[in-house]
């Protein structure tokens, strides 16, 4: 019994190849065409890999950024108003028993 299939001609020397037992779906046949771009072109592949890069710096940018203001945001008011109480010791001393009088009443309403 041959193991060809049925209507394939019979070359000596030759053996048939063996049947697909997976599926091809468009997945792994848009990863090849995409591999086989970027195998015979290696600057896609370089260009991809920089702009990659860039979108990567980027982003750290933004991150390091908005690290940055809201560190600034949350110390400026307490450097604001230290220097401020170095200069006005009675309009200071007012304002921080009204702040220590709302913490307290905050603090007593909150669970």
Known sequence: MSSQPPGT???PGTRAAPPVTGSMTPETSVRIVIDSTTASNPTLHVDRKR???ALRKRK???L???IAVVFAGSWLPLNVFN???DFD???VLALTLTNQWVQLGVLSVAP
């Open 83 to 85: 220097i401020v109480a």
């Open 64 to 66: 390091l950024f908005a």
């Open 51 to 53: 702009r990659k890069d």
């Open 9 to 11: 001609p019979h070359r």
């Open 60 to 62: 750290t940018n933004r």
């Open 89 to 91: 010791h009675e309009w």
